[in-house]
């Protein structure tokens, strides 16, 4: 059985950082190569797309909201991705989830995404 487990989320004021991690095991992810990704999501919105991390790390991709202030970045002896968040805003405010898509490339879309972690809030105080 394939598990995520988000950690490093808390509250912390506007223009601060926070790094999330998040740890895959189970045997599927030392099979396979996947690309992963974080997203997040606000109470009565969608979860919304982040950043996502090829397989090997060579590519990255973001959404413009956070371009230049998050870096996404893996670890694949750890088995562990990582969200490094600087320069938070009120409106970063929300559940972040870890994400592992059947792809190697970078996964943009969120159907692309077969295993989730149980999420970590982050809350940004203005």
């Known amino acids: 059985q394939a598990q995520l487990v988000e950690s490093g989320g808390g509250l912390v004021q506007a223009g601060g950082s926070l790094r999330l991690s998040c740890a895959a095991s189970?045997?599927?992810?030392?099979?396979?190569?996947?690309?992963m990704g974080w997203f997040r999501q606000v109470p009565g919105k969608e979860r919304e797309f982040v950043a996502a991390?090829?397989?090997?790390?060579?590519?990255?991709y973001y959404v413009d909201s956070v371009k230049g202030r998050f870096t996404i970045s893996r670890d694949n002896a750890k088995n562990t991705v990582y969200l490094q968040m600087n320069s938070l805003q009120p409106e970063d405010t929300a559940v972040y989830y870890c994400?592992?898509?059947?792809?190697?490339?970078?996964?943009?879309?969120?159907?692309?995404?077969?295993?989730w972690g149980q999420g970590t809030q982050v809350t940004v105080s203005s």
């Open positions: 189970g045997r599927t992810f030392s099979s396979y190569a996947y690309g």
């Open positions: 994400a592992a898509a059947t792809i190697s490339g970078v996964a943009t879309t969120r159907s692309l995404y077969n295993y």
């Open positions: 991390i090829s397989w090997r790390g060579g590519s990255t």
